[in-house]
């Protein structure tokens, strides 16, 4: 009875053993790896989740950088909700992010099927297109406001040349938006190029072709097959878009100041402002707070409506 026994028990043990082992080496590969990652892993942490994390603490609270903070609860945010240079720049905000993103990757996207096509020279394209990106902000800023001058401007002198008055791009509260709208464009535009070119040379040729053989023509090929099949690629660029767009602070800071009359000021620069010329951190944080759940609500329902089940 005991040896039966004895060996009925074995071949359920063995099994067993086995299970734990692989368990193991899978404990033991995933703490590898995140052993390797753990460089980056405590610099996102320190640099984002607790900054992030402080700053929802001072928007509950009252004082400035230095000095000693009193907590206040949620006055901030009723006095935000309530304040009229706040609400303006978050329009303002929010206009810059309308006009700039549908344009500036509609352009990208009409550039990258150009490039795609050309048999030669693709590589110097993608450079001469990324090339603004690259170029520091404050030289791109200050070249900028040269192109767009009143008097001595480029822009100007072109538009001249059509009977159209100059225009005083940045002292003009009416043009000062759609001037640095264009600036953003120019500068942006080249990273979206990049992304919506690589998604472009991923989707199989065949597919192109069997369309063709088939019937189908060019806006046809780009409507039934290019754009749904790069309705991943154009989801991370309106979400990164998004992101950089309401975030807006160095065209500002350079440009205009938030001037003329609050007419350029955004968020990230009244944030700026509150925090370190006014030192008002809580109510600087109250803002950037706001911010964070606004880019987080629209990248949310940015991702669940570019969500594609197509795979090829």
Known sequence: MSVTSTAQSAPRAMPTNHARARRWRRVRETAFWYLLLSPSQLVIFGFSVVPMVWSIYY?????????????????????????????????????????????????????????????????????????????????????????????????????????????????????????????????????????????????????????RIDGARSLRLIWTITLPLLRPALGFCFIMATIFNFQLFDPIYVLTKGGPAWKTSTVSWYVYQQAFEADNVGFASTMGVVLLLVILALSLIQLRFFRSDIEY
Do not use: C
């Open 59 to 211: 928007s509950l609270t009252k004082g400035g950088i230095l000095s000693k903070h009193s907590f206040v609860g949620l006055q901030n945010y009723i006095k935000a909700a309530n304040h009229p240079i706040f609400l303006l720049t978050l329009e303002n905000t929010t206009l810059y992010a309308v006009l700039t993103i549908p344009i500036v990757i509609l352009i990208a996207l009409i550039v990258a099927l150009i490039i795609i096509q050309l048999p030669h020279l693709q590589g110097f394209f993608r450079s001469t297109v990324y090339f603004p990106l690259i170029i520091p902000i404050v030289i791109a800023a200050n070249l900028w406001a040269y192109i767009v001058s009143r008097d001595v401007g480029p822009l100007n002198l072109i538009l001249g040349w059509f009977g159209i008055p100059r225009i005083d791009w940045l002292g003009d509260p009416t043009w000062a938006i759609p001037a640095i709208v264009m600036m953003e464009i120019w500068r942006g535009f080249g990273f979206y190029v990049i992304i919506l070119f690589a998604a472009l040379q991923s989707i199989p040729k065949e597919l192109y072709e069997a369309a």
